[in-house]
């Protein structure tokens, strides 16, 4: 953190890519403890128009300004997926904390990469939006979880239903190569099997298709399957389903020897009886975060506070090693252990 940050107990934040990191430079401002000091977008228009919106941070014309910058403490990065690991590490070996959408990165040897960057700059605050585990819902089921209430768990279903064809078909995926719909939704229920199971897989395999998307610009699987094997004998079942005739939705099962947890478009529900007289309990929590910027005040406030962050950022980079180990199970048509 910079001299000057430190003394005003502010940080000093920098947002690239402003689709939806115009909510992360709203979430960080809105926290007080805050200085946005540059927006920067490919895009230099997009820059300035949230710039004059929000009536903070200056359009930077290129990324490298970010990180030229001593004042700046936090980078927040919501660029396109194929370019959030050179900006990580570039971030990084810059010094900087670092807030990242999700995915982290789009291959292991990315990954080993970013970890490795890490390590050498400090082992500084860096983590990933997977902001489903900011939702209310989730965070209560994680409690019931931990006191016992679900009994042993033995399965955990999570199903993505994107929903949006058009954006995958006409929007910039279709032009990343190797677009991984598992990176880019799958990652959100791969991060609550972990975190709400408290168990890390050991091996997965997985299967794919691409019918919805048959005959458009978009070249790869549009719908992902993945089967995850834990030694407690769990197992996890995650799909990213972009095609779907559905509207934007998230589904989670959890299934323990004493209660069912079920959440979906008909709401969320908790069974503890299999007689079928016996209505479930209706779940009044809300499913989805409030915003996408809901993670950052923790973040800054752990930034501000000199938080050891390292279990955490560990957990981030659990998170994309069991999702891009179903990618490569998928493409190697086998089962794939989880180093």
Same mark, same amino acid.
């Given at each position: 953190m910079s001299t000057l940050s430190a003394k005003r107990r502010v940080l000093g934040v920098a947002v690239a890519g402003l689709g939806v990191g115009a909510q992360h430079a709203r979430a960080y401002a809105a926290t007080g403890r805050c200085d946005v000091r540059y927006l920067y977008d490919v895009d230099s228009a997009k820059s300035r128009e949230l710039s004059e919106r929000l009536g903070t941070?200056?359009?930077? =014309?290129?990324?490298?300004?970010?990180?030229e910058d001593p004042e700046v403490d936090v980078v927040s990065i919501a660029s396109y997926d194929d370019a959030h690991v050179?900006?990580?590490?570039?971030?990084?070996?810059?010094?900087?904390?670092?807030?990242? =959408?999700?995915?982290?990165?789009?291959?292991?040897?990315?990954?080993?990469?970013?970890?490795?960057?890490? =390590?050498?700059?400090g082992c500084r605050p860096l983590a990933?939006?997977?902001?489903?585990? #900011?939702?209310?819902?989730?965070?209560? /089921?994680?409690?019931?979880?931990?006191?016992? =209430?679900?009994g042993s768990l033995y399965a955990f279903d999570g199903e993505y239903l994107y929903g949006?064809?058009?954006?995958?078909t006409d929007g910039w995926r279709k032009d990343v190569p190797d677009y991984s719909v598992m990176q880019g939704g799958g990652v959100h229920l791969v991060d609550l099997m972990l975190w709400l199971t408290g168990q890390r897989p050991v091996a997965v395999t997985a299967r794919g298709n691409r019918i919805c998307t048959a005959g458009s610009a978009f070249r790869y699987h549009d719908y992902v399957a993945a089967a995850y094997e834990f030694?407690?004998?769990?197992?996890?079942?995650?799909?990213?389903?972009?095609?779907?005739?559905? *509207?934007?939705?998230?589904?989670?099962?959890?299934?323990?020897?004493?209660?069912?947890?079920?959440?979906?478009?008909?709401?969320?529900?908790?069974?503890?009886?299999?007689?079928?007289?016996? *209505?479930?309990?209706? /779940?009044?929590? #809300?499913?989805?975060?409030?915003?996408?910027?809901?993670l950052i005040p923790a973040f800054v406030r752990a930034v501000a506070q000199g938080e050891d962050l390292r279990v955490q950022t560990q957990q981030e980079f659990d998170v994309m090693r069991v999702t891009l180990a179903a990618d490569e199970a998928l493409a190697a048509g086998q089962r794939v252990t989880i180093s």
């Open positions: 941070g200056r359009a930077a =014309e290129r990324f490298e300004q970010l990180l050179g900006q990580v590490i570039a971030a990084l070996r810059a010094g900087k904390s670092v807030f990242v =959408e999700k995915p982290l990165c789009r291959s292991m040897a990315e990954l080993e990469t970013i970890q490795r960057t890490w =390590e050498a700059h990933s939006n997977l902001v489903l585990r #900011a939702a209310p819902l989730y965070q209560r /089921l994680r409690a019931r979880i931990e006191a016992g =209430e679900l949006r064809l058009s954006k995958i030694p407690s004998g769990l197992i996890g079942r995650i799909t990213a389903n972009f095609g779907c005739v559905h *509207p934007h939705q998230h589904v989670v099962r959890v299934f323990g020897t004493a209660a069912t947890f079920l959440y979906d478009d008909a709401g969320a529900r908790l069974h503890t009886n299999r007689d079928s007289s016996v *209505p479930s309990t209706r /779940l009044a929590e #809300a499913a989805l975060p409030e915003s996408k910027g809901d």
